[in-house]
T-cell receptor, first 115, second 113 residues
Framework: DAGVIQSPRHEVTEMGQEVTLRCKPISGHDYLFWYRQTMMRGLELLIY????????DSGMPEDRFSAKMPNASFSTLKIQPSEPRDSAVYFC?????????????FGSGTRLTVV | AQSVTQLGSHVSVSEGALVLLRCNYSSSVPPYLFWYVQYPNQGLQLLLK??????LVKGINGFEAEFKKSETSFHLTKPSAHMSDAAEYFCAVSYFGNEKLTFGTGTRLTIIP
């Protein structure tokens, strides 16, 4: 298994532009999580899905952020319009039923820089 | 609500010395506890987990952790540090029926040659 695959690895964009981050979870995993990591706030859960359905999006910072999971093998996190304070590393993670037993598998992350 | 507190944002140890990274949890129900490691420019990798079986848990790379309910702790240890252990370590908690992991703020481990 190739693990959780995120693209792109690095993204530099100008303020006001739309940014789309992509994630392919491990095949067979029912849960998908989007985290944001910054020096100031550490690891923050933004949203998670179960069987492609958003379960908890209380961590999404504001309406500029949206996430979708159109099928079991693909998810996107979109920021529109982007702002410099959105600069962070965004991680996608997946797990099967029983994450409390097995934990998550994380992708390598997308480092977003908004200038 | 459950949470974890990691004492010490930075820890330095000499190569060959004992590694001790501290984690205390707060949970109103029996917790599931995890330690993750993050190497530079990489994602988080699961080191070990406690899921209410044995209180002493062994993980990868020679690390282990002991669940102590009386102290609400889940400290991570390794008898002899290697240079390759330099990384950031995160403690995390969840509980049965909740798939969300709540992470601590992390401890950066530096190994002194």
């Amino acid at each position: 298994d190739a693990g959780v695959i995120q693209s792109p690895r690095h993204e530099v964009t100008e303020m006001g532009q739309e940014v789309t981050l992509r994630c392919k979870p491990i095949s067979g995993h029912d849960y998908l999580f989007w985290y944001r990591q910054t020096m100031m706030r550490g690891l923050e859960l933004l949203i998670y899905f179960n069987n492609n359905v958003p379960i908890d999006d209380s961590g999404m910072p504001e309406d500029r952020f949206s996430a979708k999971m159109p099928n079991a093998s693909f998810s996107t996190l979109k920021i529109q319009p982007s702002e410099p304070r959105d600069s962070a590393v965004y991680f996608c993670a997946s797990s099967d039923l029983g994450a409390h037993n097995y934990g998550y598998t994380f992708g390598s992350g997308t480092r977003l820089t908004v200038v | 609500a459950q949470s974890v507190t990691q004492l010490g944002s930075h820890v330095s140890v000499s190569e060959g010395a004992l590694v001790l990274l501290r984690c205390n949890y707060s949970s109103s129900v029996p917790p599931y506890l995890f330690w993750y490691v993050q190497y530079p420019n990489q994602g988080l990798q699961l080191l070990l987990k406690y899921t209410s079986a044995a209180t002493l848990v062994k993980g990868i790379n020679g690390f282990e952790a002991e669940f102590k309910k009386s102290e609400t702790s889940f400290h991570l240890t390794k008898p002899s540090a290697h240079m390759s252990d330099a990384a950031e370590y995160f403690c995390a908690v969840s509980y049965f029926g909740n798939e969300k992991l709540t992470f601590g703020t992390g401890t950066r481990l530096t190994i002194i040659p």
